[in-house]
């Protein structure tokens, strides 16, 4: 298999290498992933995170695993494995259903090793293409809001709201970003913050708290956020607090983009309420940890609830910006999230 490089992915030499998210930005250490339970493992802690990375760590996997000669029953185990490590971002179930339907109709290793590649690829084409529609719709001087991490520490490519940030960024849009924080595991303090700076965007970090009254006071232009699964009724599932964005962003009549791959639609969802939502380990919510080590200030065992995400119902959202283009509330009734086409 080819050498594959992404920001926080790699496949060197018939290694994959995955970026610890959970350091950063004190620290960059890469895993040298040795078995599937290692990858399932750093993907349930959110070492490798983001909702097509996870989903194309896994595909690599599988890619090698075909590349070192596993059968097909064993590789079907894997995937099975993979496929179940998180249960909300559907990009991982699209990128190994598809690697599973290659198997059942009888391809080869070969034919896998090269979907996998593929997979990868494409994604870095997908982020190009959605960045551009989105950049585009990007005023001058626009203060922009966004939530969660989804730059290249999301994506094999520029991301999906931060590629559409970074690319109106390089296009001199003179663009300010409203960073969330992102409670409870801080990917926008933590991962958006580096991202940024590491692109030379301007920025400033806010609490999720402090949304509203920055829109109260007419200094939100645009909201933009990614997408874990997309139901074909434009609802979406993203990192928890996109939703209360969305019914801010209403209430104060800022516009509302959703940017996501053609991977990130369920073809099988219907509407939002059947998207699966991810609880997470009260100890995220009691406390702090990171690179920085551990800290709770929570009463001991404190009962926490803590989904991972919330769904976003379509009529709050101004528009999906896909790789296919950006697709308006009235195209979405009439069906266009079923089978998005060039
Ligand atoms: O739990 P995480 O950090 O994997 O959640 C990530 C998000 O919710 C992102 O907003 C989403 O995956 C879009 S990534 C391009």
Excluded at 66 to 84: E, P, Y
Excluded at 110 to 120: H, M, P, Q, R, W
Excluded at 222 to 245: C, E, P, Q
Excluded at 270 to 287: H, Y
């Amino acid at each position: 298999m080819q050498n594959l490089v992404a920001t926080a992915l790699r496949y060197e030499d018939s290694k994959l290498y995955v970026l610890d998210q959970r350091r950063l930005p004190a620290e960059e250490f890469w895993h040298d992933c040795q078995d599937e339970n290692q990858l399932i493992a750093l993907i349930q802690s959110l070492a490798i995170r983001g909702a097509p990375l996870l989903g194309i760590a896994a595909t690599l996997w599988v890619g090698h695993c075909a590349r070192r000669g596993d059968n097909a029953t064993r590789l079907t185990k894997t995937i099975a494995a993979l496929r179940a490590s998180r249960p909300t971002a559907v990009n991982l179930m699209n990128y190994l259903d598809r690697l599973q339907a290659l198997l059942d109709n009888g391809a080869d290793n070969t034919a896998l090793v090269a979907d996998a590649v593929a997979i990868f690829n494409e994604d870095v084409t997908l982020c190009d293409a959605m960045s551009r529609h989105g950049a585009a719709l990007v005023k001058p001087g626009a203060k922009i809001l966004t939530h969660c991490n989804t730059g290249g520490l999301a994506t094999a490519g520029i991301g999906t709201a931060i590629g559409v940030i970074i690319t109106a960024h390089r296009d001199h849009k003179n663009i300010k970003v409203w960073v969330d924080e992102t409670r409870p595991l801080f990917q926008g303090g933590r991962l958006t913050a580096w991202e940024m700076q590491n692109a030379g965007v301007p920025y400033q970090i806010i609490c999720d708290s402090m949304a509203a009254s920055l829109m109260q006071q007419g200094n939100v232009d645009m909201v933009v956020v990614g997408a874990d699964r997309i139901a074909r009724n434009g609802d979406f599932a993203n990192k928890i607090g996109t939703y209360s964005l969305a019914v801010l962003a209403h209430y104060h009549r800022v516009p509302f983009y959703v940017v996501a791959p053609r991977t990130t639609i369920d073809v099988n969802c219907a509407g939002g309420i059947t998207i699966p939502i991810e609880q997470r380990d009260a100890n995220e919510v009691r406390g702090v940890s990171g690179s920085f080590g551990s800290f709770q200030w929570a009463p001991e065992q404190a009962p926490v609830f803590n989904p991972a995400f919330d769904v976003t119902p379509a009529a709050l959202v101004t528009g999906w910006v896909l790789d296919t283009g950006v697709v308006s509330p009235d195209e979405v009734a009439a069906g266009a999230l079923a089978y998005p086409t060039d």
